[in-house]
């Protein structure tokens, strides 16, 4: 398989986790939506479909769709990210990349779906919410620490259960990330994943959005560090432990 197939698959994967991932939280954070007030719960769910479709439509590069998993996979040693794709230094940006994008493109999607609902939505804080996480309590080690911890769980179980999230199932992969939220995104929302955070950030800071506030670029770096770190012991233990 060609790294620019790789980098297509990933692209096309990641944007459809992020279309369902942030627009289940546009659906419920938004004003005049159907889904309003909808819940921490239906969150979950939408960010657990999100992954289902995501590995799916990402079936040929393996379906990472998050740097931690490319970087935890990188770190346990794997031979290939997914079949005739060796693990280099290469194939691992292009990974990332893909991923990058995707989740840019994914957003830009899901403002487009409720432009209107942005343009009737006159907290900044419930605009920014749709594109990335923030904390509840706001201390960034503890936050720091939540991350590892998310992104670990996540990472762990994938390569424990087969190297890569197609291995392991879109479906299981899926019920994963619905576990993670519902236990462990109380405190940051769970980005567990430095590209569905900094993608859809980006986003935000770049469109034409009525009334929007600020990025909020000083918390920026823990959904990025957090997974990062967490994928990466999560590949260095799964691998002594299988």
């Keep these: 398989m060609s790294l620019g197939s790789v ?21 419920v954070a938004l004003a005049r939506t159907k889904g309003a007030a909808g819940g921490f719960l239906l969150v979950n769910f939408g960010w657990a479909i999100g992954v289902f ?14 740097p931690a998993v490319t970087l935890g996979i990188w770190a346990s040693g794997a031979a290939e990210y997914a079949p005739n794709v060796p693990v280099t230094f290469g194939a691992t940006l292009v990974y990332i990349a893909g991923q990058f994008l995707g989740a840019f493109l994914g957003a830009v999607a899901v403002w487009l779906a409720y432009k209107q609902h942005f343009d009737d939505t006159d907290d900044p804080t419930a605009q920014l919410g749709v594109f990335s996480t923030g904390p509840a309590i706001r201390t960034y080690a503890w936050n720091l620490v ?72 000083g918390y920026s770096w823990v959904p990025v560090v957090g997974p990062v770190v967490g994928g990466i012991l ?9």
């Design 7 to 27: 980098f297509v698959s990933e692209t096309v994967g990641t944007a459809f986790l992020l279309v369902l991932g942030c627009g289940v939280v546009a659906n």
């Design 53 to 66: 479709a995501g590995v799916y439509a990402a079936y040929r590069s393996g379906g990472h769709l998050n």
């Design 146 to 217: 939540t991350e590892v911890i998310a992104t670990f769980v996540l990472v762990f179980v994938i390569l424990v259960f087969g190297k890569t999230p197609s291995q392991l199932g879109p479906l299981a992969a899926a019920l994963l990330v619905l576990g993670i939220g519902a236990s462990l995104g109380g405190p940051t929302g769970y980005a567990i994943n430095p590209a569905r955070d900094l993608g859809p950030r980006i986003a935000h800071a770049v469109l034409p959005m009525r009334g929007k506030g600020g990025s909020d670029w």
């Design 234 to 242: 999560a590949g260095l233990l799964a691998n002594a432990y299988t």
